[in-house]
């Protein structure tokens, strides 16, 4: 079986990176993850990497005149090593329109929160001031707007009376834990067709890929 050749771009922690090498260890899984792309030379996720056996590489935004020029670095990189597809797993860097083009239906992402709502940074705490009672994480196809585009997998996740920022967090980033694999596995085994931009899956029932952990088992 030939599977599905990824690059991953990271900025920190890279704890969606994990979940992705863990996924890819089972030799079953329709994707590998062959190269580690991080614009911060300290990230943490690129020990993970390395602890995985993964190739690693650092294209440090600083060291180039401008977005179109850093893009244009990674992408070669990405080619390099014969990368099908991006996933995005905390890449803290906005991407122009010419990458999100090149890279069109070959690039995802994960966000913090069930998009449309709260686009950008600091989800979570915009999402306790709002006071909605359910947010979530989207796996999504990446379009030149920001935090836009075809949406693969959503899960939804309760927000509770007493949550802070920090524990919102953390139940949302279990979450984000369950659907990128998830949304990686579909998009590996070809299960996914955008059209008119909307995500076609093919297979199952459209119920398994609306995913809410707390009835997701019942
Ligand atoms: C994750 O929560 C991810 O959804 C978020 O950054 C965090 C990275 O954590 N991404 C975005 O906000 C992108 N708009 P990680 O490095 O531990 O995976």
Request: glycine fraction near 8%.
């Amino acid at each position: 079986m030939s599977r599905l050749r990824v690059g991953v771009l990271i900025s920190g922690r890279g704890s969606n990176l994990q979940a992705l090498i863990d996924a890819c260890a089972d030799p079953a899984f329709p994707a590998e993850i062959v190269v580690v792309l991080s614009n911060q030379a300290d990230a943490f996720g690129l020990t993970r990497a390395t602890e995985a056996g993964i190739k690693t590489v650092v294209v440090d935004h600083r060291e180039f005149e401008d977005r179109p020029t850093f893009e244009a670095a990674m992408t070669e990189m990405l080619e390099q090593h014969g990368v099908q597809l991006v996933c995005l797993a905390g890449f803290m860097r906005l991407l122009t329109e010419g990458f999100v083009g090149h890279w069109r239906d070959r690039l995802i992402n994960i966000h913090p929160s069930l998009l449309p709502a709260f686009k950008g940074l600091d989800t979570h705490a915009r999402a306790l001031a709002a006071g909605v009672r359910i947010t979530g994480c989207t796996v999504h196809y990446v379009r030149e707007e920001m935090d836009s585009g075809p949406i693969i997998i959503q899960a939804a996740v309760p927000v509770l009376p007493d949550d802070t920022e920090d524990t919102l967090a953390a139940r949302v980033l279990a979450a984000e834990h369950r659907i990128y694999p998830e949304a990686l596995g579909l998009v590996g085994s070809g299960k996914t067709q955008v059209v008119a931009e909307r995500v076609a899956i093919d297979a199952g029932a459209p119920e398994d890929f609306l995913v809410n952990p707390s009835d997701r088992h019942i």
